[in-house]
């Protein structure tokens, strides 16, 4: 006989749950209770990160101060480092570029005039100079010219003699007294 198919049934015992007692009740129920502190979390934080945002502007504002300003550079020493880059020159427009360049810049620098943006006459007849002295730059520059624009080749004597007249230019520029304004 099987279990399921009898009419077996299990006595259900009736248990009854006992009554609550009573809680509280809603007249004395309060809210949340507040922070003690002033001030929040956030604010705290706020405050904190504004102190170190200004400590931080016056320790960069005092390295600033302190940093040197670069020295000038010296115009006839940079114009002698462009000759001699200008002798390692493969090239001969390259070389005569550079050669011209260099004397353009040091007649800029120390004379205070657009040299880099004008023709060979233009230059020559805004300087400063005598006449001699002119004709001496205007001429170093067209034959500078004619190399660069008409490519006319160079031979090395050539060469020496354009680096040479470059130089003792920018030794007699240098020691002529600046114009005053």
Known sequence: MSLLSSNFQLPILAMQLPDLPAGP??????????????????????????????AGLFVWLYLYSRRKPAAPIDPQAAAMAELEAAAQAADDERFALLC???LRR????????????????????????QREEKTRIGDFLE???RVK????ALNSNQ?????????????????????EA
């Open 159 to 179: 060469r020496i003699e354009l680096l040479d007249t470059a130089r003792a230019l920018i030794q007699c520029l240098e020691r002529k007294e600046t114009p």
């Open 25 to 54: 009740s809603l007249e004395n129920v309060r809210g949340p209770i507040e922070e003690a502190s002033g001030y929040g979390m956030g604010q705290i934080t706020l405050a904190a990160l504004a102190v170190l945002l200004i």
């Open 106 to 129: 040091f007649i800029a620098s120390r004379f205070d005039l657009p040299a880099t943006s004008q023709t060979s006459s233009e230059l020559s007849a805004r300087l400063p100079l």
């Open 100 to 102: 011209s360049g260099a």
């Open 143 to 145: 034959r500078c010219d």
């Open 149 to 152: 624009f008409a490519g006319q």
